[in-house]
Nanobody, 121 residues
């Protein structure tokens, strides 16, 4: 079984910073991409940022220049450093990993349970 556990969410004022972490554990042979998504109330889940196993990053336009995604392959952990936060960043943030649980298995998508980020104005 594979688990993704997020941490680091909370309440912060406009302009503040937060750092999210997501640790993958369990039966993991190899992790390809790790990513962050977010979902505000009444809205669809949207892409935030992704990092490949080689370290290539891609960001949503709405967070470029403010958020930074990074990962520790040794720890099977992905981070999201969020600076200059705005009220519109308020969402539940979800971690995603495309990983192969066993040697020779296909890559599957796994999701964390989400962590709430609230930015007050």
């Amino acid at each position: 079984q594979v688990q993704l556990v997020e941490s680091g969410g909370g309440l912060v004022q406009t302009g503040g910073s937060l750092r999210l972490s997501c640790a993958a554990s369990g039966s993991i042979f190899n992790i390809n991409t790790m990513a962050w998504y977010r979902q505000a109330p009444g809205m669809q889940r949207e892409f935030v940022a992704v990092i490949t196993s080689g370290g290539t990053t891609t960001y949503a336009d709405s967070v470029k220049g403010r958020f930074t995604i990074s990962r520790s392959s040794a720890k099977n952990t992905v981070y999201l450093q969020m600076n200059s936060l705005k009220p519109e960043d308020t969402s539940v943030y979800y971690c995603n990993a495309a990983l192969a649980p066993y040697a020779g298995s296909r890559y599957l998508d796994y999701w964390g349970q989400g962590t709430q980020v609230t930015v007050s104005s």
